[in-house]
């Protein structure tokens, strides 16, 4: 049986993208694409007869997008409630500022945007983790706190995907 597993390279790219992009815009985008790959993966190595030729997460040709993985993966019992709530946070920002609808620029801080990553930041946080020196390092290299608390919900949703990642600088 063929296990999928994460291309170390690739996340590690993703990542490095995630933490040096210097607009919100990007860093949502690329946040979401980290995540909607973890949870393929993940989804992938929960599947006992997996097999390339017949993925059943290429839909027409086509890889499922983030939102319909994650109902996938609760409906199957193999997410908890917390991480579905907070892929569809990651799944609302990055259609917020994919669509821009909220004005000419996107933003962490906007207050729509705010109040997700608030929501998320909270619903997500790991036990015995304190993510404050991590925050603090981000903010001193010009990031704001909410784009600091997601790329550390992006981080905490992987590892709840048993998919670790690590963003040290």
Known sequence: M?????????????????TSSSDDLSAALIGASVLETVMSVYLR?????????FDPLLVEGSRMGLSPMVK???????????TFDGC???GALRN?????KKGPEF?????????????????????????SGWI???KERGASLERARYEAAIAWLSAFLEVEIDFTD
């Open 45 to 53: 190595s929960q599947m006992p007869n997996y097999s390339k030729r």
């Open 107 to 131: 933003s962490f801080s906007n207050p729509a945007s705010k109040k997700i990553v608030d929501r998320l930041f909270s619903n997500v946080q790991v036990e015995n983790v304190d993510p």
């Open 72 to 82: 996938w993966a609760f409906a199957l019992g193999f997410v908890d409630r917390q």
């Open 136 to 138: 603090n390092r981000r």
């Open 2 to 18: 063929h296990k999928p597993k994460l291309d170390d390279d690739l996340h590690k790219r993703y990542l490095r993208a995630l």
């Open 88 to 90: 569809r946070d990651v």
């Open 96 to 100: 917020e500022a994919a669509h821009l």
